[in-house]
């Protein structure tokens, strides 16, 4: 699948992107049920908001057992001050997660097959897991920015392994908040580490390197279909939506089996819901 240019590029840099690794059609299935879940989500059930600032504050139950479901996260600026939705439902999820890819039919097929199992492959994987899957809807005006991480910190495994393949289900733009990465920076330290105890969530800082600034930091623009697959400390960022158009992306995150997964990640399964591979 990857010739030997796209590996060491991956190797070089910590990114791929990969054009046209998804179909129209595909992307057009995904994100019908997409728009089918939000519709069919109760918004008395909860307000929870996903935000990347405060996590040890802002994480609740809801969070947690989306583990293993398929849960909708708002906005963090869907509300007005009365904790009024200010723009319909539809417009006003931030993302859906954590475990679409095993339970919903269409994001399963979506995220198997024997195309992404090669990729995988090829980028190093001996024995892939997917331990999360989420749709991320970068509503238009009100998308969220997603601070400067490394998915590393939240799929700890020794050696580290956790590789992100980033779906872009549309056009991502510098006007709708695309992803944003330091080339190279996968050689940098693992700065933070998310650390899970019974249902209590804590950031630990390992590292004090700094996040890039606007010096070594490149937008990465890619269009529709676009397969982008990252190091899992590759530093990356996404700026607030503004615009009046939407960014929606699904990712994966997947780490090596004959890794040693931590005990402390915040996702865990076990044989009543094993992790599973792309096949
Ligand atoms: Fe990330």
Redesign the pocket.
Known sequence: MLNQEQIAQFQQDGYLVIADFKSAAEIAAVRAQAARIVDDFDAAESNSIFTTKEQEKKIDRYFLDSASKVSCFFEEEAFDEHGQLRQAKALSINKIGHALHDLDPVFAAFSHGPQLAQVAHDLGLAQPQIWQSMYIFKQPGIGGE?RW?Q?ATYFDTAPVSVT?FWFALEDATLDNGCLWVEPGGHRTAMRERFVREGDQVRVDTLDSTPWPGDATAIPLEAKAGSLVCFHGLLP?YSAPNRSAISRHAY?LHVTDGQTRYSAQNWIQRDASFPVRGFI
């Open positions: 997603v991480h998915d992100t990356h990712t």
